[in-house]
């Protein structure tokens, strides 16, 4: 019986209403090539070549620069179109949808609270308690890799993690005997640990807004990062026990204290953090997360002397302009907002010309995706493709990949809170620290001097991460169907 039903599921195709789309996409026209369908990938060939000559040419990254390219990649691509007119009707329907609006909005307002952590110097606080406890080699290594987790998570940026730690902690680290490699690799690692966990990160955003129940609703955040919790906690658990064993190997006692800043009052925001993360995951809620975890914040930070009320919002006269962490948080996220809008443009092109759905069903297809797991080793190769192609920006290569995920999984009943942590997970493990195609190895090389493939040996997380999700795909575990199949 459950064959007949995979074949039918087969036979049937996989036109499942992607993430790009509301419920009136049937009615639109379906876009033309000149050439064929292929020639709709003109965008994304375009955007992926704009990667590699800003990542491997000019050895660059800024979100501003790969909005530009999924821009420059749209004008071009619309040449191909038979029509340029119904073209950017699609791009534009793609940009416009549901999740599109969701994705910018929700980022607008992670930004704020994001701002204000960075604000308070939460990293100082645990180089006081490093520096208090008298921590060496790998033991510091390790409280690294934990400081940075939750540094990342509270502030859902793992590219800002890593110009807020490295420049703290690295220096601290060769200092009382830790391996370079190790010392740089535990950064990385944890700044991607928080960008795959945090309710807050745009990764979690996109991986959750793209998966959707059969009744159109997309994966909800709290939900999600719910079911995330164990995969990240069994790869945590592993990496941070190698970098306390592995950590000081090599490395030099050099004496002496540690030289940076500390202040151990900025634990404080430690509160409004775990608030936030707590009514998130309860209500399943991101909004309400957010509005408690940047009132409490504000409230906090205030009592404690960590800034003051000019620091939150203020005139200045001399330059006729706001000011404050909440302007400058909005501010901060407005360019991964153009890439966001850039991407969803792209895929809005791609799904009104057929290629998601042709993607979809060679893959459903396919023999080796006839049962669940098979569905999901192909989803986890398409994900690491798109995302080492994609120069390692694990956001931009889950809203690509995302939307085939979502018609793959909806086809072999895999809940949408699986699929959103599949592709989350694989996208911020071994993908996303490839040597000379990575943008956090690139930072990290960038900051320490070191070569990518140094950063990237010491990133212990990510390797971790991918074999528990390959791990979690052969076995099973953690899998749940979106709707129970009687008997």
């Known amino acids: 019986m459950e064959q007949q039903e995979m074949k039918k599921s087969r036979t049937q195709g996989a036109r499942i209403v992607p993430a790009v789309q509301d419920t009136k996409t049937e009615d639109r026209t379906k876009l033309k090539f000149r050439g064929g369908i292929g020639m709709s990938l003109i965008p994304v060939i375009i955007y992926v070549i704009f990667c590699m000559v800003l990542f491997i040419g000019f050895k660059a990254f800024n979100m501003e620069a790969l909005a530009v390219g999924g821009f420059i990649g749209l004008l071009i691509g619309g040449i191909f179109c038979t029509s340029y007119s119904d073209y950017w009707d699609s791009a534009v329907h793609g940009i416009s949808s549901i999740t599109a609006v969701s994705v910018v909005v929700i980022l607008l307002m992670v930004g704020m609270f994001s701002a204000m952590i960075k604000q308070c110097g939460l990293s100082g606080g645990f180089v006081w308690i490093a520096n208090t406890v008298g921590m060496r080699g790998g033991i510091f290594v390790a409280f690294t890799f934990l400081a940075t987790c939750i540094v990342s998570t509270a502030t859902g940026s793992s590219i800002g993690t890593m110009f807020i730690a490295f420049p703290i902690f690295y220096p601290a680290g060769l200092l009382v005997g830790a391996n370079e490699m190790m010392m740089a690799g535990c950064i990385v690692s944890g700044a991607i640990f928080g960008d795959n966990l945090a309710p807050i990160s745009d990764t979690t955003i996109a991986s959750s807004s793209t998966q959707q129940f059969r009744d159109g609703r997309p994966a909800d955040i709290g939900g999600v990062v719910s079911s995330r919790v164990k995969y990240s906690l069994v790869a945590g658990s592993i990496t941070i026990v190698l ?149 390692g920006v694990t956001s931009a290569s889950i809203l690509t990949f995302g939307p085939i995920l979502n018609q793959i999984g909806s086809a072999r009943n895999i809940h949408p809170y699986r699929r959103a942590n599949l592709l989350d997970g694989t996208a911020n493990s071994l993908p996303s620290i490839i040597p000379f195609l990575s943008v956090f190895v690139f930072i990290g090389s960038a900051l320490t001097g070191l070569s990518p493939v140094t950063v990237a040996g010491g990133t212990i997380y990510g390797f971790a991460l991918f074999f528990v999700f390959l791990f979690a795909v052969l076995s099973g575990w953690g899998c749940r169907k979106e709707v129970e199949e009687e008997a």
């Not at 001399?318 to 407005?334: E, M, P, R, Y």
């Not at 791609?350 to 979809?360: E, V």
Request: net charge negative.
């Open 243 to 391: 970098f306390a064993l592995l950590g000081g190997i090599g490395g030099t006692y050099q004496g002496g204290s540690i030289d940076a800043a500390s202040n151990p009052a900025a634990l404080i925001m430690l509160i409004p953090v775990v608030t936030m993360l707590a009514v998130s995951t309860r209500t399943r809620n991101i909004y309400a997360g957010i509005l408690v975890g940047l009132g409490l914040g504000i409230a906090v930070g205030l009592l404690a002397g960590l800034f003051a009320p000019a620091d939150i919002f203020s005139n200045d006269a001399a330059n006729n302009a706001a000011v404050g962490f909440l302007i400058s948080g909005v501010d901060n996220i407005l360019p991964t907002c153009a890439l966001v809008i850039s991407v969803f443009g792209i895929m809005g092109v791609l799904t009104d010309a057929g290629m998601l759905d042709l993607i979809a069903e060679k893959i459903l297809s396919s023999r080796a995706a006839e049962s669940r797991r098979g569905a999901e080793l192909i989803c986890m190769a398409g994900i690491s493709i798109t995302t080492i192609l994609l120069g």
